[in-house]
């Protein structure tokens, strides 16, 4: 079965029409980067503190870690691949970003605790935690087999009872004090994602329980918030769609392109920063509107959504 990229939200036909005072943008390629910082900065956002950041390896993780680092922030890359962890920690590194590696795989319980056990243990303290790691196990829901479910809970839905009781001691302690975003998707609640039901389902509980965690760790003064990306230029995103099929999907958004890891590195920053002071218990979506894009009627899907 080739499933839909989970982003596939932009389908329809039905596009946001220019209103009559503002002018015709023509929808921007996938690609155009805003110029992101490279260099640390001793005064930056988070200077002096420690960042874990969950997948960051590679994609979106990736770019929410090096984002941390050029804001000053000392940051502990979290992978399962070692060499994409290694790649990332000597490449930040040869920025004069600070960074180290911890290594695990997140749907195992005894590697959560140690990946945060050695992060502490090498840094000494602990102030925020990005979760951006996720299976994205595809299959329709009446088929999909019962490894790859396993697989999927185990890394998606039980890896955040894991981390949160591995973070949490560490995090009341912080200076800031403690901060946790969660990293969901458009596909939790909002978007029909064919072949990644079984996926936007972890993403909903992923919602549901911070939401409850931000109650949980209010009175401690940590805050918990969660951003929900929509179709976003990362590797596994190009793995399923092709540049050409990306800008033509992401066409039909209001803002007419798909999102850049930097905007939603950017969102995850301001969530975790003082700015946020007063924010716990928010879901951000960072989706250029594609939620309000609906969904194709039957059989209007093109030959990459076809089950
Ligand atoms: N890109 C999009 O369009 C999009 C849209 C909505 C939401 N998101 C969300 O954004 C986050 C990052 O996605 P991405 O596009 O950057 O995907 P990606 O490139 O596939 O990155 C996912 C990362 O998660 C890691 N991972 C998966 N299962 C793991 C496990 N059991 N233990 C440890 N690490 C694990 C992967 O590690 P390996 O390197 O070992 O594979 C990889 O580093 C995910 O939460 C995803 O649901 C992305």
């Not at 060499?83 to 290594?103: C, I, N």
Request: charged residues 20%.
């Amino acid at each position: 079965m080739t499933a839909a990229p989970e982003a596939a939200t932009g389908l329809s036909a039905t596009s946001a029409g220019p209103s009559a005072t503002e002018p015709v943008v023509p929808p921007a390629p996938v690609s155009p980067a805003p110029v992101p910082r490279t260099e640390p900065t001793a005064e930056g956002r988070f200077a002096g503190t420690v960042v874990l950041v969950t997948g960051a390896g590679r994609g979106l993780g990736r770019t929410i870690a090096e984002a941390f680092a050029v804001e000053g922030a000392t940051v502990v890359v979290a992978a399962r691949t070692a060499r994409y962890g290694e790649r990332t920690v000597r490449e930040f590194r040869e920025r004069g970003l600070s960074a180290s590696l911890v290594l695990g795989d997140l749907a195992e319980r005894a590697d959560v605790a140690k990946m945060f056990d050695e992060a502490v243990t090498r840094h000494g303290a602990l102030d925020v935690v990005v979760h951006s790691a996720a299976d994205n196990a595809q299959g329709l829901l009446a088929e999909i087999d019962d490894d790859a479910l396993d697989y999927l809970l185990r890394s998606n839905v039980h890896a955040l009872h894991w981390i949160t009781r591995a973070a949490v001691p560490h995090l009341r302690r912080s200076k800031l004090p403690g901060r946790m975003i969660f990293i969901s998707s458009g596909a939790a609640n909002r978007v029909f994602s064919p072949g990644l039901n079984a996926y936007g389902s972890t993403k909903a509980y992923l919602e549901s329980f911070a939401r409850g965690l931000a109650g949980e760790l209010g009175p401690l003064g940590v805050r918990v918030n969660v951003v929900g990306p929509g179709l976003t230029v990362t590797e596994r995103m190009l793995g399923h769609l092709t540049h050409a099929q990306a800008d033509s999907l992401a066409s039909t958004y209001p803002l007419g392109r798909a999102g850049l890891p930097e905007e939603i590195a950017a969102a995850v920053l301001f969530l975790a920063s003082r700015e946020a002071s007063y924010i716990t218990g928010a879901s951000l979506l960072v989706d250029g509107g594609a939620s309000m894009v609906p969904f194709p009627a039957r059989g209007a899907m093109n030959d990459s959504t076809s089950h």
